[in-house]
């Protein structure tokens, strides 16, 4: 008998596979119920805003690019330099994504780019709304450079889109050539691969090789560039990605 | 944790479908590859439904081997 509201009845119900089954009337229920299908994606709200994203992006040739990496790899000092070389080429913005303080926000500032620091609070990683809310701030202007710089983290941001052209993830000498392997979702969600810090290659047990051919195997479309943002080495392959990439933005608005 | 933000979308969503009316139970599919851990949703739940017509609602989760990410059905009260 079911202790919540003393009736016996068993309750019948059809799955969602078609199976039909009966259980005793569960005490968290007092009524019959009805069985809805809903087959919805979990992330279908994010991926709604994100479009809406893509579409502000492509209607002002704006190149958006998702950065993302472990903490500490970089981020922050690669997008420093690329604004001091590239802003007398390209308007850059910059949305600085991080869960507290605006310490990143105010190193790209004094590099000379407009950011808007987007705290993510106890949130892990970026989401399309967030990323929306940072636009209306920041106000890019048409055929920028927007970088997103998302959270130091290897493993969330891979769900969630955020309107980007592509992600960028960035992996330092100073970690393991494993990581491709480790995190497989963020480096097959990801265009291209930067290798940072190469600058410290003399002083590491990193293989060049072996973490190439671990990037190949979880995804085999990814590109690779190696570089430093402390020496400026290597610099300039990834600035004719950014203008490659920014040429197919404009492009991409009228196909 | 992207598991608590996940859940606030599947209460979410498992609200704005039901109208208003109490929901018992929701069935979840969750792949193998979609980089979610089904006891991390779990946890989260009870307190994201806290509050709204979820609340007390029962959460079967499926395991797929994919990268499924999807609320399949719902059961909610019976219009009187």
Redesign the interface.
């Given at each position: 008998m079911c202790g919540h509201c003393g009736c016996g009845e068993k309750h019948e119900h059809v799955h969602a596979d078609g199976t039909r089954h009966s259980h005793a009337h569960h005490d968290d229920h007092d009524h019959p119920a009805t069985l809805v299908e809903l087959q919805t994606r979990i992330l279908a709200k994010n991926d709604a805003l994100a479009a809406r994203n893509r579409a502000w992006f492509a209607g002002r040739e704006i190149l958006a690019v998702n950065l993302v990496s472990s903490p500490g790899a970089g981020k922050t000092t690669l997008l420093e330099r690329t604004i001091r070389d590239l802003q007398d080429q390209h308007a850059i913005g910059v949305l600085e994504g991080d869960q507290a303080t605006t310490l990143d926000g105010d190193r790209i500032r004094a590099a000379g780019a407009p950011v808007v620091q987007v705290n993510t609070g106890t949130g892990c990683h970026l989401e399309a709304d967030m990323v929306a809310r940072g636009l209306s701030d920041l106000r890019p202007p048409s055929r920028s450079v927007l970088f997103i710089e998302n959270v130091g983290n290897l493993v969330c941001p891979a769900m969630f889109d955020l309107g980007e052209r592509a992600k960028v993830v960035i992996l330092s000498v100073t970690e393991g050539e494993d990581k491709p392997l480790k995190y497989p979702h963020m480096f097959r969600a990801a265009s291209l691969m930067l290798i940072n810090k190469i600058d410290l290659l003399p002083h590491v047990d990193f293989d060049l090789a072996r973490v190439m051919a671990n990037a190949r195997e979880v995804n085999p479309e990814m590109s690779a560039l190696r570089l430093s943002a402390r020496t400026g080495e290597g610099m300039e392959q990834w600035y004719d990605w950014l203008r490659r990439e920014l040429t197919a933005a404009a492009e991409a608005a009228f196909t | 944790?992207?598991e608590?933000?996940?859940t606030r979308?599947?209460v979410?969503?498992?609200c704005e479908?039901?109208g208003g009316r109490?929901i018992?139970?929701v069935?979840?599919e969750v792949g193998k590859?979609s980089?979610?851990m089904p006891e991390a949703i779990e946890f989260c739940f009870d307190a994201v439904a806290q509050g709204t017509r979820a609340e007390?609602?029962?959460l079967d989760i499926r395991r797929t081997d994919g990268e499924e990410?999807?609320?399949?059905?719902?059961?909610?009260?019976?219009?009187?």
């Open positions: - | 944790m992207h608590l933000a996940l979308d599947i979410a969503i498992v479908a039901a109490r018992h139970k069935t979840l590859m980089c979610v007390g609602a029962r990410l999807n609320v399949t059905t719902m059961e909610i009260e019976e219009t009187s």
